[in-house]
């Protein structure tokens, strides 16, 4: 692959040339010039399908997004030089949520006590939200858990008594920009 910087022949040119090459403009408004694909005559698998499905689906998302004048701006802010708004809000959707870290030092089972989550994403959460379970798997209390100041933890304040911490469930389930929703189950050990 070749790249073509303040060319003034070659500047903005996009198409393909005689069948063979293949010329593209970037974000960084460098020109590339590659062979032209030649498409494969093998049967997608079933991985390599649902890839496409969520190439495209991902796309359709990232042309919606960028539509959208604020959302647009807020991946612009995001994209690092060479990248535009709409690689950022491709990559969101194609990246679910992470939960890192659960924090349960504080959670004594009594109403008041704290717990902490580390969730992270590629852009930004929307919401995170709990629910606790006991190890009979009844379900104590629920509700969303609230950003902390330092940028990467959520806290949940609890509401209900809970007489036996160990064995106890935390299903944390993280939502983000694109709609990703993701849960998962923590087991409360000691």
Same mark, same amino acid.
């Given at each position: ?5 303040? =060319? ?5 040119? #996009? ?31 079933? *991985? ?13 998302? &990232? ?7 604020? $959302?647009?701006?807020? @991946?612009?802010?995001? &994209?690092?030089?060479? +990248?535009?708004?709409? *690689?950022?809000?491709? &990559?969101? @959707?194609?990246?679910?949520? +992470? $939960? ?6 504080? @959670? ?5 006590? $704290? ?11 929307? #919401? ?16 969303? &858990? ?5 940028? $990467?933890?959520? +806290? @949940?304040? !609890? ?14 389930? !993280? ?9 998962? =189950?923590?087991?409360? #050990? #000691?």
């Amino acid at each position: 692959m070749a790249k073509s910087t303040n =060319n003034v022949v070659m500047k903005g040119a #996009s198409g393909t040339i005689g069948k063979m090459l293949v010329f593209r403009t970037n974000a960084a408004d460098k020109t590339i010039i590659a062979r032209r694909p030649k498409p494969s005559s093998k049967p997608l698998s079933a *991985n390599q399908l649902e890839v496409r499905d969520r190439f495209t689906e991902a796309a359709q998302y &990232a042309k919606a997004a960028i539509s959208n004048p604020l $959302l647009k701006e807020e @991946y612009q802010a995001k &994209a690092k030089p060479g +990248q535009s708004a709409y *690689n950022i809000a491709f &990559a969101d @959707y194609l990246k679910a949520p +992470q $939960l890192r870290k659960v924090m349960v030092e504080n @959670y004594n089972g009594q109403i008041g006590d $704290l717990l902490f989550f580390r969730v992270i994403d590629n852009f930004k959460l929307q #919401s995170v939200y709990l629910k606790i379970f006991d190890n009979d798997n009844n379900l104590i209390e629920e509700g969303p &858990a609230t950003p902390v100041d330092n940028g $990467l933890d959520w +806290q @949940y304040t !609890a509401s209900s008594v809970n007489a036996n911490v160990v064995g106890t469930n935390l299903e944390i389930t !993280a939502k983000d920009t694109p709609g990703n929703v993701v849960t998962f =189950n923590n087991i409360i #050990s #000691s």
